[in-house]
C-alpha cells in the first residue's frame, strides 16, 4: 500500500528526513516511536503533503501512485488521513459544516453521490456513539476553544467520519485521560480492517497495549535505527533510545 | 511554504468579471462644472423652480469648499472640471413597458446577471434600475401603488410628488453637509425616491441596481426613503460597474427618514471597478449615507463593500427620538491597491437610545482597510446603550487593516461596550484543511464566509446569495 524509498527531507536547508526506507501493507499497524525533535511529524507531514517540506531525494508509491506527485489534498481524497499532533483551530468555521465539506469533497473524488444533511447527521450520530464525544463539539468552530484532549478525540472522530484508506495517528495519545485514551483506541481498532493501513506516532508504550502494532520502528535523527515486533516498544520503554543512537553514531557520520 | 501563499494571493487577484462598455448613445451636457451645468440638469429634467434654487446653493457653497483628504486614504487629486455631469441613455421613445427598453440596455442588464424580468429571478423585488443618471424601467409599481407605497426614480418623485420630496429632501444630509455631499446636492442627476405610508408594512424589498456606464460621469445619485408612522421597508442597493482605465468619481448621497415607530432596513453590496492589479482605475466612492430615527424608529444598515479604488463611506444613524435603535453591519474587502476607509456613525440624543456595531474588514493583496467610527452619546441621553465589534482579517502580510473608534460620552449612564480583533489565514488552517480534501479555494472561502457570518445573517436572503458570490464564497449550509 505505501512504500517509502531512501526519502530526504528538509525543511528551510536543514535536512531533517535522511533516507526513510518504509513498507506498510493493507491490514497492517505500525508504530513509529523515536526521540523528540527526530523527524515523526516530519515524516508524516511529508507523507500528507505539508508545502513547507522540501522532499529532497527518494520515493513514496502509494496504492501504486506517485504520492509525493499529489497535492495535499488529492492524497487526502486518495484516502491518506492525518491526526494532526496539533489540531488547527479555525475561528467561524462550524465543526459539523467543515467535516461534511471534507466527506463530500472525499465521496465526489470516489464518484459517490454527496450526502445531504440529514444523512450526514445520520452517520455523524453513529460515530459519535463510538468515540463517546461530546455533542456540543460538534456545534462549535473546529478544534477553536477545545481542550488539549478534545482536540485529539476530534481528529479521531474527523478520521471515523472519513474512512481513511492510510490513517497516520501523530501523538494522538499525548494528553489523554485514560477513558479518552480508551475511546482513541476504540476509534482506531474499529478502523482496523484487512484493506487498511495505519501508522501511530507514539512516545508510549500505553497506547499499544490498546492498539496492539504487527511492527515498531524507531526513528532518530531522520533515519529509521531499528524495526521490530510489538515487544520492540517494551524494550525502548525499559532501556530509552540511548543503546540505539549509539550503535548507529558511525552510520549517521557516513550517511551525513 | 508558498504553494497555499500564491494560491491566496491569485484568489485576491481575479480579474474584474464585469468590465464591458456598453455602445448606447448617451445624452451628455459637456464636461465641467458651472452655475450654467446646474441649471442645464436641472431644465433637462424640467423640474420646480425650488429645486434648481436648493441645487444653486448647494452650488455657491460648494465652491467655497476644499476637498477634503482623510489620513488613511490615499489618491491623486480629482479634476472637476474634466467630469460629465449628466448623461443619460437615449431611448428610441417614450417607454410604457419593459419590453421597449433598448435591448442593447437589456443585455447590458444580463450580463451584469440583472434580469429585468419580474417572473424570473427577482419574483420578489422590484427593481428601480438606474442605469447611468436615468431610471429606465421600474417594476412592481402598481402593486406598491395599491398599498400607497410610492417607489420611483427621483426625477419622477420631483414631478409626481414634488411636495413630499421638498419636505423631506436635505433634512438628514443638509446640502451643506460636506464636500462630496454638496456637490451632489448641486448635481444630483437621479436617484431612488420612496415613501411608505403610516402603518404599511412593504411586502417586498425594494431594490436600485446602479451602473456607472459612460466615460467619464461621475455619478451623482440622490436617493430618499420615507418610512412614515410604524411603516416598515427593507430596501436593496447593488452596483456594479464596467471596467475604466481612468478614476471615476461617485459621490452618492442617501437620506433616511423613520418616523415614529417605522423601521427602515438598508442593504448594499457594493461591486464597482476597483482598479487593476497595479491600482490603475477604478472608483472613488465619496458616499454619505445617513438616517434619522424619530421616537421607537430603527434603522438598520447592512453593506458588503467588495469593489471601488477607493470606498469612503460611514452610514450613519442619528438617534434623535426617544427608544429609537441604530443597527451597522458591513463586511469590506480590499485586495491589490483598494482602499477602504468606512464605518459608521451613531449619535445618541434621544433616552433609552441603542446602537449595535458590527464591522468586518478583509484585507488582500495591498489592500488597506480602515474602520473608522463614531459614538456619541449627547448629554440628553439618558440609558444610551452601545455594543461595537470590529474584526479584521488578513490575506497575506502585505495588506493592511486598521481601527479607529472614537467615542464621545457626555452621559453618565451611557454604557459603550468596543471590542476589536485581528487575525489571519495561515498557511497552517489552509493545511489543515487541505489534508481534509478540501481545496484552498474552498478552505479560504470558508474562512471567510464564518468570518462574516453575523453581517450576511442580516442581508436579505435574495442578496445573502449574491454577497457571498461576490467574495467567491459559498454560504455555510444549515447543519449544526
Ligand atoms: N518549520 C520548521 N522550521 C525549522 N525547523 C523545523 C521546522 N519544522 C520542524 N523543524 C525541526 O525538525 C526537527 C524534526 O521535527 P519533528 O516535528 O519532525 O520532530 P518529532 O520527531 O515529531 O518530535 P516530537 O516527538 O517532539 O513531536 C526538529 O528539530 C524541528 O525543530
Ligand atoms: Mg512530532
Known sequence: MLTIKNLHARVEAKEILRGIDLQVNPGEVHAIMGPNGSGKSTLAGVLAGRAAYEVTDGTVTYKGLDLLDLSAEERAREGVFLAFQYPVEIPGVNNTYFLKAALNAVRKHRGEEELDAMEFLQLVREKLKILHIDQSLLNRPVNEGFSGGEKKRNEIFQMAVLDPLLAILDETDSGLDIDALKSVADGVNALRSPDRAIIVVTHYQRLLNYIVPDFVHVLARGQIVKSGGKELALELEERGYDWLLESTGRSLVGAG | ??????????????????????????????????????????????????????????????????????????????????????????????????????????????????????????????????????????????KLADMGIIFCSMSEALREHPDLVKQYLGTVVPYSDNYYATLNSAVFSDGSFCYVPKGVRCPMELSTYFRINAENTGQFERTLLVADEGAYVSYLEGCTAPMRDENQLHAAVVELVALPGATIKYSTVQNWYPGDKNGVGGIFNFVTKRGKCAERAKISWTQVETGSAITWKYPSCILQGDDSVGEFYSVALTNNYQQADTGTKMVHIGKNTRSTIVSKGISAGRGQNTYRGLVRVNAGAENARNYSQCDSLLLGDKCGAHTFPYIEVKNPTAKVEHEASTSKIGEDQIFYCNQRGISTEDAINMIVNGFCKEVFRELPMEFAVEAQKLLGVSLEGSVG
Open chain 2, 1 to 142: 511554504m508558498s504553494t497555499s501563499t500564491d494560491t491566496i494571493e491569485e484568489l485576491a487577484n481575479r480579474e474584474y468579471k464585469y468590465g464591458f462598455v456598453s455602445d448606447i448613445e448617451a445624452d451628455a451636457v459637456p464636461k465641467g462644472l458651472t452655475e450654467e451645468t446646474v441649471r442645464l440638469i436641472s431644465r433637462i429634467k424640467s423640474e420646480p423652480e425650488w429645486m434648481l434654487e436648493w441645487r444653486l446653493r448647494a452650488f455657491r457653497h460648494w465652491q467655497t469648499m476644499e476637498e477634503p483628504h482623510w489620513e488613511n486614504v490615499k489618491f491623486s487629486p480629482v479634476d472637476y472640471q474634466e467630469i460629465v455631469y449628466y448623461s443619460a441613455p437615449k431611448p428610441k421613445k417614450v417607454l410604457s413597458s419593459i419590453d421597449e427598453v433598448d435591448p442593447d440596455l437589456l443585455q447590458t442588464f444580463e450580463k451584469l446577471g440583472i434580469s429585468l424580468d419580474e417572473q424570473k429571478r427577482l419574483t420578489n423585488v422590484a427593481v428601480d434600475a438606474v442605469f447611468d443618471s436615468v431610471s429606465v424601467a421600474t417594476t412592481f409599481k402598481g
